[in-house]
């Protein structure tokens, strides 16, 4: 065979090994790379472009299409800077890039206040020598699948049901989903000592609230006999005789993270307020800014713990806390996040209950 044949077969394997890459090189990898270098936004158009086909966005108009993309490219700037902020962590394109700060918080955070109702008990010292070096209740059967709140400021309930889903798996030994829907519909617990502020809805709310709410109802149903439906104008559909779980205390720990720890193995899955300025751009790894307000706006349940996360060469790897969101399995890794344990990062340990469940109704 002459040179120009072999030189021709060689392209061709080329042009076919380029096909196949082109085929295969998914949009995650794509959208991942934005925020590689210095030159962002680079291709931001069709950064965009993958990034509506990737999340099935559309827009009403050809303005709010303009409106959305010249948000985008701000975002990617901010995603940016935040893996510079924050470099154990992949920051870059996630659901939310074309959400302003302001309505990203509007929309999916709802922390209402921070003051805890005024019988909320203290969790008794509990003794920190043997704790594992690692833990997760994901591994143990107390975690139910990711779920999703949708355009609905409800953090604050799904925190609430992780934590009483949890904790009824304990005393129970069945994992149940329960319905966050009834919290959102039924739930108006207000603080006496705070006139108007109350748990509401989509507007926001507070786990402790919605512990007392469901210790005065009796319980939560299940899920499946009130599904979540992501509004708040509806009326109340609570119906005790299908009450599926039951609270018979709650308490405020410490903000000692050993503490925390401690609570978390021996009672179950925690409910945590944070600060999630870092997580509107979060992809993956441990979130470990060197910068954070304590600011608490959102509302996740803690699942577990682990001594040493991945971090890029060079630097020291992360101890980090498990959090459980209710963004949805695209969000984070898988719906999970990582955020590094040790200094109250983004106010991780400034609001952290656990709660106790009595034996199910339909089990006495």
């Known amino acids: 065979m002459d040179v120009k044949a072999v030189s021709?077969?060689?392209?061709?394997?080329?042009?076919?090994?380029?096909?196949?890459?082109?085929d295969t090189f998914?949009?995650?990898?794509?959208?991942?790379?934005?925020?590689?270098?210095?030159?962002?936004?680079?291709?931001?158009?069709?950064?965009?472009?993958?990034?509506?086909r990737k999340f099935g966005k559309s827009y009403a108009s050809r303005e709010e299409h303009d409106h959305r993309f010249s948000v985008f490219k701000r975002n990617l700037r901010r995603a940016a800077r935040h893996q510079k902020l924050d470099p154990t962590a992949s920051h870059g394109v996630t659901q939310f890039s074309d959400l302003t700060p302001c309505e990203f918080r509007r929309t999916y955070l709802g922390l209402r206040k921070l003051r805890l109702p005024t019988d909320a008990n203290e969790a008794p010292i509990l003794p920190t020598k043997d704790l594992p070096e690692d833990f997760d209740w994901r591994e143990k059967g107390a975690v139910t699948p990711v779920k999703n709140q949708g355009s609905c400021?409800?953090?604050?309930?799904?925190?609430?049901?992780?934590?009483?889903?949890?904790?009824?798996?304990?005393?129970?030994?069945?994992?149940?989903?329960?319905?966050?829907?009834?919290?959102v519909d039924c739930?108006?617990?207000?603080?006496?000592?705070?006139q108007g502020a109350c748990d509401s809805g989509c507007s926001g709310g507070l786990m402790n609230s919605a512990f007392e709410y469901t210790l005065?109802?009796?319980?939560?149903?299940?899920?499946?006999d009130y599904p979540y439906t992501g509004t708040d104008r509806s009326t109340c559909k609570f119906d005790k005789t299908k009450i599926a779980a039951k609270v018979s205390n709650f308490s405020v720990v410490s903000l000692d993270e050993d503490q925390i720890a401690a609570n978390l193995v021996k009672n179950g899955p925690l409910a945590v307020a944070i600060n999630a300025v870092?997580?509107?751009t979060?992809?993956?790894?441990?979130?470990?800014?060197?910068?954070?307000?304590?600011?608490?706006d959102?509302?996740?349940l803690l699942v577990g713990y682990g001594s040493a996360g991945y971090a890029p060469v060079r630097m020291k790897e992360k101890p980090y806390w498990i959090i459980k969101n209710s963004w949805g399995e695209n969000w984070g890794e898988n719906g999970f996040y990582k955020i590094c344990r040790g200094r109250n990062i983004c106010g991780v340990d400034s609001m952290v209950s656990t709660v106790a469940a009595a034996v199910r109704a339909d089990s006495e």
Request: net charge negative; glycine share 10%.
């Open 8 to 22: 021709f077969l060689v392209l061709l394997s080329l042009l076919f090994v380029s096909a196949i890459s082109a």
């Open 282 to 296: 979060y992809i993956g790894g441990v979130s470990c800014p060197y910068i954070c307000s304590k600011r608490l």
């Open 298 to 300: 959102h509302g996740v």
């Open 26 to 52: 998914s949009d995650d990898q794509v959208i991942q790379q934005v925020t590689d270098g210095a030159d962002e936004l680079l291709g931001a158009e069709h950064h965009f472009e993958l990034f509506k």
């Open 153 to 183: 400021g409800s953090c604050w309930s799904f925190s609430t049901t992780g934590a009483l889903e949890g904790a009824n798996y304990l005393a129970t030994g069945n994992l149940v989903s329960l319905s966050e829907q009834q919290l």
């Open 278 to 280: 870092f997580m509107q």
């Open 216 to 224: 005065k109802a009796g319980g939560l149903m299940r899920e499946e």
């Open 187 to 194: 739930d108006h617990e207000c603080d006496p000592e705070e």
